[in-house]
């Protein structure tokens, strides 16, 4: 035991280190010399401080690890540190991963140049172990099947209706707390996230099975909300781990996993008591005065399975960004008050009653959509796009050479991923003032590969017009219910989570104050 511990392991070591850095090496001599041969540019290689890059796996498991921003410092810091938007990465036991942020290697990866690239292990080994078989996580003919099966129920039609919409904003209404000092103010700051979080529930809950979770008002009058509490739990720290073990490379399976399966084991359940009810109804006894995705399913399939992770996968699609979208929008405008007053004047100049806001006057009131696109631009959705894998040597148009202009080789089974947070911030794009939260930058704007919160291409998402609509909603009535808002935490940086979906620390938590100049919302 003890010469192995001191001789032979160590030598083990020093070897698997010294044949890394040979295929490194002949790796990237081989892509180099056919780069040369096809006329593309040379892609710099992050440097490794040690053999085979094993620092990056030492410090994913600091314990300072958590305390990082996910978007600074792993989606755009090494983009910074390369000083250029596309570049190469080694590390050991890993596939050579091309990091971009070029619009027009994203619109080849998403629509030009699908044919040569595929999703790999990535969405096989992480997420189908949560979210199943379904439209998010399959390719070619059953993800074709799973499209037809749900895109006509994103008509504009069953998208443009709001009577539920404003029932369940109505229950968000009563949760703000009615106690106010003199001067008007909230006299507790609220963290918008949890309440934003619900009301997407129960949206969410109501267009897919025909019936809310009503998680707003079972925690407003204090009934147990623990299913939906353990639920969202359970789904925050499954998207969280996710990114952790993606982190991880091939030492994933060393991060602990039993509280990862015992919440895939909460999610599942929750969604199927929703499929198993639905499947055990009478066909006359279902809903006829609206569409219910759910229903629309079993009249196509009868497997629980089957059902579950097609409604799981839309579920999670909805629920979580949407909340996210809100919770941040109203970050941002709290941040800058001035902001807020002009978004709210020219709301208040829009509509006077609620019976105003229907789907086509918030599109008119485009100042809406410009402080969503605005927001999704700042805190996209994801920060970092997953890896797709190369099925085949092909080319990417930019990124190589000096000055980035000429081709890029990409050879079969590299990963290519590119960063939506850093791409969203060129100033070379979005001019000197990139940083800054300001929505009239979208007036008179085309927009093109450059911002993609929703992506593009065959796989653009079917519920883009059904999120944008209902928060759109939702942040004219917030703007209508209070007159100024502010953030808490505002003498911090905003700072995100390790997370597949973008979520900022610490919650948002607002001072607000009630308008007093508003009537006719009910």
Known sequence: MGVYTTVIAPACIALILFFQQCRTWIQRR???AKASASGCGDVPVMPNKLPGGIERYLVRFSLKLDKLDFSEDVARRPFTRMGRYTYRSNTLFSNPTIYTAEPANVQALLSTQTSDFEYGSFREDSLKEVIGHGIFTTEGPSWKRFRRQLKPHFSRENVSNLEDLKHHFHTLGKVFPDIHDESGWLSTATDVVPLFSRFATDTSTELL???????????MIGSSVQDESEFSSALDYVLSYIIWRARMDFLGWLLPSGKFRRSIGTIHNY???YVDSALNKEPLTRSKDKTVLLEELIAQTQSPTELRDQILQLFI???????????????????????YAEARAK?????????????????????????LYETMRLLPPTALSLPRCAKRDTTLPCGGGPDETQPILVRRGEFVRFSHYTMYRRPDIWGSD?????????EGRSIGAEYIPFSMGPRICLGQQLALNEARYVLARMLMMFDRIEHVDAH????????????????VRLRMHRAADVEGFA
Not at 348 to 371: A, H, M, N, P, V
Request: net charge positive.
């Open 30 to 32: 081989s892509v180099e």
């Open 347 to 371: 709301v208040l100049g829009f509509f006077r009653s609620d019976d105003e806001l229907t789907f086509d006057s918030i599109r008119e009131c485009k100042l809406l959509t410009y402080i």
């Open 271 to 273: 969604v199927s008591r």
């Open 317 to 339: 699609g909805g629920r979580t960004p949407t909340a996210a979208l809100l919770s941040h929008a109203m970050l941002f405008l709290a941040r800058n008050p001035q902001q």
């Open 434 to 442: 990139a940083e800054e939260f300001r929505p009239m930058r979208w």
């Open 209 to 219: 099975f025909g019936e809310s979770a009503n998680s707003q008002t079972r925690a």
């Open 492 to 507: 911090l940086p905003i700072k995100t989570k390790f997370s597949l979906v973008t979520a900022v620390q610490n919650g």
